[in-house]
């Protein structure tokens, strides 16, 4: 999402033009007040303690001592955040793989005056509601309802399938959510890839599947980072559809556990434990800074 | 632009390939499809379970809508929250894209950087940093709020969606303007600005839908005035009933005409489309 560089600097009327802090302080300012300023409180409160349900500010590891502990004996925070890690990723890697073939046919396979049709038509559920898509999921997964009632029907399935309140239903979810970003991003990568490269391999006698595997695979490696990025980030920060679909404590193969955002906001709303909740989401944050940081490291192409 | 096939030698086996395409193709389409065809059609489903089979048409739901109130209600908050957040992110992030495209000086990348952060920091996360902002200025459960910290996470988008579109634009036209004898004022004005109208309004449009969905945000520093998605959630904890698919229906209609607008706006800046006008 960043600019590309300007050619060449302009050549103003005025050099000296105080356009640029014009332009510039709004933004700035509110962003310092109620970006920057809020994010470190965050941290900051995390420190705080908790008495009588009221949040008391000053410096005490508490929270922290707590959550850590925790993490190895009475585990609540740790499998939280194993589930997290586990939904997250198995979504992700789910989202890129169901939506590549969806962005290559959208390319190659779709006519080119029906490309911007077609393309509309992906990403046209992102402009409806997330929490009533996931309450409609709800009516379709539900134990009686459209999924099941359908498998019942035509005598696939004996027993409704226990789809809600999984972890797979929360997959679901979010897949549906993360589907039209994803297929936003691999469809501008692949449209924008150099066409004369694939050509050239085709022409040099390469087949169609050594032409994607050895061409367009790696020229589209960027997009697919960026997707999994967007995919990781989204999926382990979601809230919605792990209560929503999957019921606070989706079962999963570790067993019925909430994901790591649900834990947070119910710390929350059960107990107005702002220092907690502060220090619980502070970890969330840096967690997710490691892995931006190593996705966009890996995104970086080596220096030849 | 021409499109280049990857099969430059058809074959059968190329044809079959195609048809395993084209019917992936639907069955993704039917995914994404899927719930919001359920939503709409069960807003006229007459049994009060949206279950198959069929009982019958209805509208007895949007009545329910408009009696109760409440979904309502907040439909009205939400309807002047997110314009107006839109409306203020995409202000500040026009003149933020502008002196980033225009000029160069010490730090601009780090700057483009710093103010495109807070798409990426989950709303969950930015939901508790304002919460705990918010309380110390007395200013948590109110409406403004709302407002005040959904102006942050959509200048991202507007700066990246306006600054995408002035990238476009011909490094000349503003020159060619001060050659005339324009002001920078004036070249801003009567030159660039038109220049970016479509990114203008596809940022705002943008911004309005992340606005309008936005639910964690609103539910950590809203009381007891809820924009629409914390009041459907709250519907969904407590009292399920068919109201909720008759107003989703309601919010894809808006929807639709916001993808007219995405359609005419986004996707030409999106593709890169230069000489659009």
Sequence with gaps: ?304 | MTAIKLSARPTRSINLLKLVGWLYLGGMYLFLMLPILTLVIFSFENSRFPTLPWTGWTLRWYGDLFRDGRLIQSLGYSLWISPAAAAAATVLGFCAAYVLNRFQFLGKKFLSIVLIIPIIIPPLILGVAFLGLLSRLQLQGKLISIFLTHVVILIPTAIALIGLRLSQMPKDLEEAAWNLGATEWQALWRVVLPWSIPGIAGSWLLAFTFSFDEFVIAWFVSGFKQTLPVAIYTFLGANLTPALNAIGTLIFLISICLLVGVELLLIPILLGQRRSS
């Design chain 1, 1 to 304: 999402m960043s600019h590309p560089p300007a050619t060449r600097p302009i050549a103003t009327p005025n050099e000296r033009s105080g356009l640029k802090y014009i332009g510039l302080a709004p933004v700035v300012i509110y962003n310092g007040i109620f970006f920057l300023l809020p994010l470190l409180f965050l941290i900051w409160i995390g420190f705080w303690s908790t008495e009588n349900y009221r949040a008391i500010p000053g410096f005490s590891l508490d929270n922290y001592i707590d959550i850590f502990s925790q993490l190895f004996t009475r585990s609540r925070y740790a499998y939280a955040l194993l589930q997290t890690a586990w939904v997250a990723s198995t979504t992700t890697i789910l989202a890129i793989l169901l939506c590549y073939p969806f962005a290559l046919m959208l390319v190659f396979g779709v006519p080119e005056r029906l490309q911007r049709f077609a393309v509309l038509l992906a990403i046209a559920p992102f402009w409806s509601s997330y929490i009533l898509r996931l309450y409609a999921w709800q009516t379709i997964l539900n134990r009686n309802g459209l999924f099941n009632t359908l498998l019942l029907k035509l005598q696939v399935i004996q027993e409704p399938l226990p789809i809600i309140f999984t972890q797979v239903a929360t997959r679901i979810g979010i897949l549906h959510y993360l589907a039209p970003i994803v297929i936003l991003i691999l469809y501008l990568v692949l449209r924008n890839s150099d066409r004369a490269l694939l050509e050239a391999s085709r022409n040099l006698g390469a087949t169609q599947w050594q032409t994607f595997w050895r061409v367009l695979l790696p020229l589209s490696k960027p997009g697919i980072i960026y997707s999994a990025l967007f995919g990781i980030i989204i999926s382990a920060g979601d809230v919605l559809s792990g209560i929503v679909l999957g019921g606070g404590t989706g079962r999963s193969i570790f067993g019925p556990i909430p994901l790591f955002s649900t834990v947070v906001l119910n710390e929350y709303a059960g107990t107005t434990n702002l220092p907690r909740t502060s220090a619980l989401a502070t970890i969330l944050v840096i967690l997710l800074l490691v892995i931006l940081a190593a996705g966009l490291k890996l995104s970086d192409p080596p220096r030849d």
